[in-house]
Protein backbone atom coordinates (compact mmCIF):
# COMPACT_ATOMS: atom_id res chain seq x y z
CA UNK A 1 0.00 0.00 0.00
CA UNK A 2 1.22 3.15 -0.58
CA UNK A 3 1.93 5.65 2.26
CA UNK A 4 4.34 7.58 4.33
CA UNK A 5 5.69 5.75 7.19
CA UNK A 6 6.98 7.65 10.15
CA UNK A 7 9.30 5.90 12.82
CA UNK A 8 9.58 5.40 16.00
CA UNK A 9 5.82 6.40 17.41
CA UNK A 10 7.04 7.09 20.85
CA UNK A 11 10.77 8.80 20.76
CA UNK A 12 12.02 9.41 24.68
CA UNK A 13 15.89 11.43 24.98
CA UNK A 14 17.33 13.26 27.45
CA UNK A 15 17.82 17.13 27.53
CA UNK A 16 21.15 17.94 25.02
CA UNK A 17 20.87 14.80 22.98
CA UNK A 18 20.25 15.29 19.38
CA UNK A 19 17.43 13.01 17.56
CA UNK A 20 16.50 12.34 14.22
CA UNK A 21 13.01 11.40 12.96
CA UNK A 22 12.26 9.32 10.36
CA UNK A 23 9.92 9.53 7.22
CA UNK A 24 9.39 7.64 3.91
CA UNK A 25 6.96 7.70 1.56
CA UNK A 26 6.38 5.56 -1.49
CA UNK A 27 3.99 8.04 -3.43
CA UNK A 28 6.52 8.90 -5.49
CA UNK A 29 5.64 12.80 -4.43
CA UNK A 30 8.02 15.47 -4.91
CA UNK A 31 7.43 17.68 -2.45
CA UNK A 32 7.83 16.76 1.39
CA UNK A 33 7.19 18.87 5.06
CA UNK A 34 7.45 18.45 8.57
CA UNK A 35 5.14 19.95 11.29
CA UNK A 36 5.19 20.10 15.01
CA UNK A 37 1.89 19.82 16.69
CA UNK A 38 2.17 21.32 20.63
CA UNK A 39 -1.35 20.51 22.64
CA UNK A 40 -4.16 22.03 21.64
CA UNK A 41 -2.56 23.80 18.58
CA UNK A 42 -2.49 24.02 15.29
CA UNK A 43 0.11 22.47 12.81
CA UNK A 44 3.15 25.07 12.64
CA UNK A 45 5.48 24.51 9.23
CA UNK A 46 9.33 23.24 10.31
CA UNK A 47 10.89 22.75 7.16
CA UNK A 48 9.68 21.57 3.50
CA UNK A 49 11.36 20.06 0.58
CA UNK A 50 10.20 20.21 -3.06
CA UNK A 51 12.06 18.38 -4.72
CA UNK A 52 15.39 16.14 -3.70
CA UNK A 53 18.71 18.08 -2.24
CA UNK A 54 16.83 21.09 -1.69
CA UNK A 55 14.68 22.21 0.93
CA UNK A 56 13.41 25.60 2.76
CA UNK A 57 12.92 26.99 6.00
CA UNK A 58 9.70 27.24 7.36
CA UNK A 59 8.01 29.23 9.89
CA UNK A 60 9.78 27.63 13.18
CA UNK A 61 13.07 25.90 11.80
CA UNK A 62 15.35 27.45 14.40
CA UNK A 63 16.82 24.20 16.15
CA UNK A 64 16.31 21.47 13.44
CA UNK A 65 17.76 20.88 10.45
CA UNK A 66 16.69 18.55 7.72
CA UNK A 67 18.46 16.63 4.30
CA UNK A 68 16.44 15.72 1.39
CA UNK A 69 19.26 13.38 -0.38
CA UNK A 70 16.09 10.20 -1.95
CA UNK A 71 12.88 11.69 -3.57
CA UNK A 72 11.12 8.76 -0.71
CA UNK A 73 13.15 10.38 2.52
CA UNK A 74 12.87 13.28 4.64
CA UNK A 75 14.58 12.77 7.93
CA UNK A 76 14.29 15.57 10.55
CA UNK A 77 17.38 16.18 13.02
CA UNK A 78 16.05 17.77 16.35
CA UNK A 79 19.38 19.09 17.59
CA UNK A 80 19.96 20.23 21.33
CA UNK A 81 19.60 23.81 20.27
CA UNK A 82 15.58 23.22 20.17
CA UNK A 83 14.38 24.73 23.40
CA UNK A 84 11.33 23.20 23.84
CA UNK A 85 11.58 19.98 21.64
CA UNK A 86 8.78 17.93 22.96
CA UNK A 87 6.00 17.60 20.45
CA UNK A 88 4.14 15.64 18.23
CA UNK A 89 5.66 15.69 14.78
CA UNK A 90 3.94 14.99 11.82
CA UNK A 91 5.74 14.17 8.40
CA UNK A 92 3.57 14.71 4.99
CA UNK A 93 4.06 14.48 1.39
CA UNK A 94 2.11 16.23 -1.89
CA UNK A 95 2.54 16.50 -5.40
CA UNK A 96 4.74 19.19 -6.32
CA UNK A 97 3.57 22.61 -5.37
CA UNK A 98 5.51 24.25 -8.00
CA UNK A 99 2.11 25.46 -10.27
CA UNK A 100 -0.83 24.65 -7.04
CA UNK A 101 -1.51 23.61 -4.32
CA UNK A 102 -2.25 20.35 -3.66
CA UNK A 103 -3.49 18.24 -0.66
CA UNK A 104 -0.88 16.57 1.51
CA UNK A 105 -0.63 13.24 2.63
CA UNK A 106 0.48 12.98 5.95
CA UNK A 107 2.21 9.74 8.08
CA UNK A 108 1.05 8.31 11.86
CA UNK A 109 3.69 10.90 13.36
CA UNK A 110 6.25 10.34 15.97
CA UNK A 111 5.70 11.90 19.78
CA UNK A 112 8.88 12.92 21.02
CA UNK A 113 9.63 13.38 24.60
CA UNK A 114 12.74 15.42 25.80
CA UNK A 115 13.50 15.27 29.51
CA UNK B 1 -0.76 37.53 5.47
CA UNK B 2 -2.16 34.46 5.83
CA UNK B 3 -4.36 33.54 8.55
CA UNK B 4 -6.94 30.79 9.57
CA UNK B 5 -9.29 31.50 12.07
CA UNK B 6 -11.56 28.79 13.63
CA UNK B 7 -13.38 30.21 16.11
CA UNK B 8 -14.60 27.14 18.12
CA UNK B 9 -12.07 25.10 19.89
CA UNK B 10 -14.62 22.58 20.76
CA UNK B 11 -18.01 20.69 20.17
CA UNK B 12 -20.18 18.80 21.66
CA UNK B 13 -23.28 17.45 20.17
CA UNK B 14 -25.42 14.16 20.19
CA UNK B 15 -25.19 11.78 17.84
CA UNK B 16 -27.50 12.05 14.65
CA UNK B 17 -27.32 16.38 15.32
CA UNK B 18 -25.94 18.30 12.41
CA UNK B 19 -22.83 20.24 13.30
CA UNK B 20 -20.89 22.76 11.22
CA UNK B 21 -17.43 24.32 11.90
CA UNK B 22 -16.63 27.45 11.32
CA UNK B 23 -13.47 28.79 9.19
CA UNK B 24 -12.22 31.88 7.96
CA UNK B 25 -9.56 33.35 6.17
CA UNK B 26 -7.29 35.89 5.56
CA UNK B 27 -5.11 36.51 1.86
CA UNK B 28 -4.36 39.33 0.05
CA UNK B 29 -3.73 36.82 -3.00
CA UNK B 30 -6.59 36.13 -5.58
CA UNK B 31 -5.18 32.54 -6.50
CA UNK B 32 -5.38 30.73 -3.21
CA UNK B 33 -6.20 27.29 -1.71
CA UNK B 34 -8.56 25.86 0.93
CA UNK B 35 -8.48 22.03 2.48
CA UNK B 36 -10.53 20.55 5.10
CA UNK B 37 -8.40 17.99 7.58
CA UNK B 38 -9.88 15.17 10.23
CA UNK B 39 -6.90 13.91 12.72
CA UNK B 40 -9.03 11.21 14.88
CA UNK B 41 -7.55 10.24 17.75
CA UNK B 42 -4.75 8.15 16.19
CA UNK B 43 -2.88 11.22 15.17
CA UNK B 44 -2.70 11.21 11.26
CA UNK B 45 -4.35 13.58 9.23
CA UNK B 46 -6.92 12.51 6.49
CA UNK B 47 -7.67 14.41 3.53
CA UNK B 48 -11.10 15.62 3.57
CA UNK B 49 -11.28 18.37 0.53
CA UNK B 50 -9.78 20.84 -1.84
CA UNK B 51 -11.49 23.93 -3.14
CA UNK B 52 -8.88 26.71 -5.14
CA UNK B 53 -10.63 30.06 -4.80
CA UNK B 54 -11.74 30.53 -8.45
CA UNK B 55 -14.53 27.33 -7.28
CA UNK B 56 -17.18 28.80 -5.68
CA UNK B 57 -19.25 25.46 -6.04
CA UNK B 58 -20.68 24.44 -2.49
CA UNK B 59 -19.80 20.21 -2.17
CA UNK B 60 -21.44 17.60 -0.53
CA UNK B 61 -19.89 14.29 -0.08
CA UNK B 62 -21.94 12.19 1.92
CA UNK B 63 -22.64 13.26 5.10
CA UNK B 64 -20.25 16.14 4.51
CA UNK B 65 -20.79 19.13 2.90
CA UNK B 66 -18.96 22.76 2.44
CA UNK B 67 -19.87 26.50 1.68
CA UNK B 68 -17.61 28.30 0.23
CA UNK B 69 -18.28 32.40 0.59
CA UNK B 70 -15.63 34.44 -0.74
CA UNK B 71 -17.57 37.49 -0.08
CA UNK B 72 -16.96 36.80 3.78
CA UNK B 73 -13.88 35.03 3.05
CA UNK B 74 -15.00 31.79 5.22
CA UNK B 75 -14.85 27.86 3.97
CA UNK B 76 -17.27 26.13 6.72
CA UNK B 77 -18.25 22.22 6.88
CA UNK B 78 -20.78 20.77 7.43
CA UNK B 79 -21.64 17.14 9.17
CA UNK B 80 -25.02 15.97 8.66
CA UNK B 81 -26.52 13.29 11.09
CA UNK B 82 -23.16 13.06 13.00
CA UNK B 83 -21.82 9.70 14.01
CA UNK B 84 -19.69 8.80 17.15
CA UNK B 85 -16.90 8.25 14.29
CA UNK B 86 -16.82 11.92 13.68
CA UNK B 87 -15.29 12.54 17.07
CA UNK B 88 -12.06 14.32 16.05
CA UNK B 89 -10.06 17.22 15.75
CA UNK B 90 -10.97 19.33 12.02
CA UNK B 91 -8.44 21.57 10.76
CA UNK B 92 -8.99 24.39 7.61
CA UNK B 93 -5.77 25.27 5.98
CA UNK B 94 -5.06 27.87 3.30
CA UNK B 95 -2.42 27.77 0.73
CA UNK B 96 -0.91 30.36 -1.21
CA UNK B 97 1.87 31.23 -3.78
CA UNK B 98 5.24 31.34 -2.04
CA UNK B 99 8.78 31.48 -3.42
CA UNK B 100 9.36 28.52 -5.00
CA UNK B 101 5.52 26.73 -4.75
CA UNK B 102 2.74 26.88 -2.19
CA UNK B 103 3.31 27.57 1.59
CA UNK B 104 0.22 26.27 3.65
CA UNK B 105 -0.72 27.14 6.93
CA UNK B 106 -3.27 25.38 9.31
CA UNK B 107 -5.95 26.98 11.80
CA UNK B 108 -5.94 25.72 15.17
CA UNK B 109 -8.67 23.13 15.03
CA UNK B 110 -11.92 22.11 16.08
CA UNK B 111 -12.60 19.43 18.30
CA UNK B 112 -15.93 17.73 17.88
CA UNK B 113 -17.14 15.06 20.20
CA UNK B 114 -19.92 13.40 19.49
CA UNK B 115 -22.24 11.53 21.79
CA UNK B 116 -23.90 8.50 21.49
Known amino acids: DGGITQSPKYLFRKEGQNVTLSCEQN?????MYWYRQDPGQGLRLIYY???????QKGDIAEGYSVSREKKESFPLTVTSAQKNPTAFYLC??????????????FGPGTRLTVT | AQKVTQAQTEISVVEKEDVTLDCVYE???????LFWYKQPPSGELVFLIR??????QNEISGRYSWNFQKSTSSFNFTITASQVVDSAVYFC?????????????FGAGTRLFVKA
Open chain 2, 93 to 105: ALSEAYTGGFKTI
Open chain 2, 27 to 33: TRDTTYY
Open chain 1, 27 to 31: LNHDA
Open chain 2, 51 to 56: RNSFDE
Open chain 1, 92 to 105: ASSRSSAGASYEQY
Open chain 1, 49 to 55: SQIVNDF
